[in-house]
């Protein structure tokens, strides 16, 4: 009998599970994707904002993809009971799909402030294409537009803001920028450069309300002046969508807990991207990884168990990068564990800085800031992801990076790190590119 | 597959590797944008290039989330400009730090071999790089870690010596 895939979920986990199925059994097993939207790529959607992409860019599985990959869909449909004894979903319209295994790759969505006026019309998330539809069409020329939050999500969209000719504020309630991706030394440095080109920082920020005034919003904080916007846009956090899973008997943490495998205490029920909470590279624990690299590889190890593989998955390494105004921002890892050693150094003249956090003699996170024209910035990126994902022993090389520890180049090169990387995949075998499957 | 043959002990460091390939990659001579970089050891006594190994995983092109990497007819990882959106997480994902981006066509761009004829090959005078047949390896480990931690214990020795 034909073996029966259900995928919920048309994002990065759950298009990269279907594209490994069917690079292994070549369309042998069938495959019904559940997906309340059309899939596209969550990522792309700041380039459609900056008007650099057109909207038709952001699709994945387009139609005459998805047949070619012999995928039925439920599009526009919700996952709302699994019903685990009888190996059955239930979706929004009282259809019941039967399966012999399924991935739960449901993702995330964003979470406003509590204040009142945070549903007003004009005050906007930025996460799925409606959205993005939404914010695009309210962005004009020298129109005010207030970020409410500095988190990594608000800044993926900072560029393209100001790409529309438009004026922007930034707040956000922490003390600091970038409180989840950086430390405080490199967010100042950040929130100098923000400054320079134009934008107003505002950290420490409580917003209390928004109310509208003719058309215009008005933004009032616990302390401080009052803000009037044209556009508000909230990125004030996300939340996993795991509430249809109550009464699943699926074991659930911060996310779904899976094994090595990706399988959640069901045996025939995988979990990948924002909702799994699954081995950490660094730490070994589980942890949940809300990040775009992660759920691809999830998507990508899901796919080969579900076609029958046996791929055990080495644990997703947290990292972010982010470009501002053409200033690159990254972080890997345990960047910000406090009982890790760790070695900075700042050239602020440069728009510069450097972290390597240590347990031993291996490098468990690092941080870097540079200028993105600068191919050395890049390739420390690439170097510093490389030596926290491989983990080796880098001995004297440790005391070569305390004394300077921008010259990452010569210890990765003589630390061998690159024989160490050349034998890893994620699937066991050399990938093949998306777009030659089937 | 033919990859890039690196023999680092013949390399001296002339840079018209970095040269050649900025022109084939861009049209004109900046160094700056070559994607095969010559590393200087020993306080620029010994040198040795260092680019993309068109590794197994193909972590860049894996990362890309709208496709826009792909393996071209020599075996090669190559941007598809017209996909890249200039999103950057292949140069994140790449952890040997061999794909890079270009601020003014926003797109990202790698060592793609030249569609089979690299440049860095044709023009190096030693032959410290060579285009062959051949299993790729890390070609630089073995000599790098002998020079650098050479020209730390010259470091130390002088400082010793109140150098």
């Known amino acids: ?438 | 597959m033919k990859v890039l043959r690196i023999t680092p002990e013949r390399c001296t460091g002339c840079m018209r590797c970095e040269l050649a390939c900025s022109y084939v990659q861009t049209g004109t001579f900046q160094p700056a944008r070559s994607v095969i970089r010559v590393s200087p050891f020993e306080g620029h006594t010994s040198y040795a290039p260092y680019t993309c190994t068109q590794c197994a995983e193909g972590w860049c092109m894996t990362a890309c989330p709208v496709e826009a990497l792909t393996i071209s007819p020599v075996g090669a990882k190559a941007v598809l400009d017209d996909q890249c959106v200039g999103c950057k997480l292949c140069t994140i994902a790449c952890p040997y730090g061999t794909i890079f981006y270009n601020p003014e066509t926003q797109k990202a761009f790698k060592c793609d071999l030249c569609g089979g004829t690299p440049a860095c090959a044709a023009v190096c005078p030693t032959a410290a790089i060579e285009y062959v047949e051949a299993e790729t390896t890390d070609w630089l480990g073995g000599f790098a870690s002998k020079r650098v931690l050479r020209s730390h214990e010259g470091q130390h020795a002088m400082a010793e010596a109140g150098g």
Not at chain 1, 121 to 139: C, D, E, M, N
Not at chain 1, 143 to 151: F, I, K, P
Not at chain 1, 338 to 356: H, S, V
Request: charge should be neutral; charged fraction near 20%.
């Open chain 1, 1 to 438: 009998m034909t073996r029966r895939h259900v995928i919920i979920g048309g994002g990065t986990a759950g298009l990269n599970a279907i594209l490994t199925i069917r690079e292994y059994d070549r369309g042998a097993s069938e495959i019904r994707l559940v997906s309340a939207e059309r899939p596209y790529s969550r990522m792309v959607l700041p380039y459609y904002l900056a008007r650099s992409i057109t909207e038709s860019h952001v699709f994945t599985l387009t139609p005459p993809r998805l047949a070619e990959l012999q995928v039925q869909t439920h599009l526009g449909r919700r996952a709302v009971r699994l019903e685990t004894a009888a190996n059955r979903l239930m979706l929004d319209d009282g259809t019941g799909l039967e399966y012999d295994d399924l991935l739960i790759a449901t993702g995330s969505s964003p979470v406003r402030a509590a204040v009142p006026g945070a549903d007003l019309p004009g005050v906007h998330s930025f996460w799925t294409l409606a959205q993005a539809r939404g914010v695009v069409a309210q962005i004009r020329e020298g129109s005010h537009v207030v970020l409410v939050g500095a988190g990594f999500i608000a800044f993926t969209i900072l560029d393209a803001i100001l790409a529309l000719k438009a004026r922007l504020t930034v707040v956000e309630v922490a003390p600091q920028i970038l409180p989840r991706m950086i430390d405080r030394t490199g967010a100042e440095m950040v929130e100098r450069w923000l400054t320079r080109h134009g934008v107003t920082v505002r950290t420490g920020a409580t917003l209390t309300a928004i109310e509208d005034t003719e058309g215009r919003k008005h933004l009032r904080f616990r302390q401080g002046e009052d803000l009037v916007a044209d556009v508000v846009i909230m990125a004030t956090g996300i939340r996993t969508n795991l509430e249809w899973l109550n009464g699943s008997g699926l074991r659930v943490n911060r996310g779904i807990l899976v094994d090595d495998h990706l399988r959640s205490n069901v045996a025939n029920v995988f979990a990948a991207g924002d909702v799994a909470e699954g081995r950490d590279l660094v730490t070994g624990q589980p942890a949940l990884h809300a990040i775009e690299p992660t759920a691809m590889e999830h998507g990508r190890v899901v796919g080969a168990n579900m076609a029958g593989r046996d791929v055990a998955y080495r644990g997703s390494l947290l990292m972010n990068i982010l470009e501002v105004c053409h200033l690159d921002i990254a972080s890997f890892g345990a960047w910000d564990d406090p009982t890790a050693e760790a070695f900075a150094a700042a050239r602020p003249e440069r728009w510069a800085y450097r972290k390597l956090l240590w347990r031993g003699d291996r490098l468990i996170g690092a941080m870097i800031l540079g200028i993105a024209n600068d191919l050395w910035t890049t390739n420390d990126v690439g170097m510093l992801k490389g030596l926290v994902q491989s983990g080796g022993h880098l001995g004297a090389w440790k005391e070569h990076l305390r004394r300077n520890p921008f010259d990452i180049k010569p210890a990765f090169i003589a630390s061998g790190t690159t024989a160490r990387l050349l034998p890893e995949t994620t699937l066991g075998k050399p990938s093949v590119p998306g777009g030659q499957v089937v």
